[in-house]
């Protein structure tokens, strides 16, 4: 398992990441739990990425999928707890932007 899930009280589904990477060895994995979050919540999805160190090209992917489901919705993808490598992959493939972010101190 690489990702927990639950839906909190006010409809907000959240995600959290319990491995270091997110590649395209798990990424499936990732995708299929956020659809399954995405359809049971009502609000917006959180991804909490504090254990997360490296995101490939297939995890960014993952992310967007995600993002891909709620828009028509207007529900936010918000990338929490992220740490400067996994930011750095992020602006790398210009996609920082398409998220709510809220960065590891």
Do not use: W, Y
């Not at 398992?1 to 499936?28: C, P």
């Not at 919705?73 to 930011?87: H, Q, W």
């Amino acid at each position: 398992m690489i990702v927990q899930s639950k839906i909190e009280q006010d409809g907000t589904g959240v995600l959290t990441v319990v491995t270091n990477s997110l590649t395209s060895v798990n990424a499936a994995e990732f995708r299929a739990v956020a659809e399954q979050v995405i359809a049971e919540s009502a609000g917006r999805l959180v991804v909490d990425c504090e254990q997360l160190e490296f995101v490939d090209s297939s995890g960014v992917g993952a992310f967007l999928h995600a993002h891909n489901q709620l828009i028509g919705s207007r529900r936010p993808v918000c990338l929490s707890r992220v740490g400067a490598k996994v930011m750095a992959s992020l602006e790398l493939m210009q996609v920082h932007r398409i998220f709510d972010l809220e960065m590891n101190k």
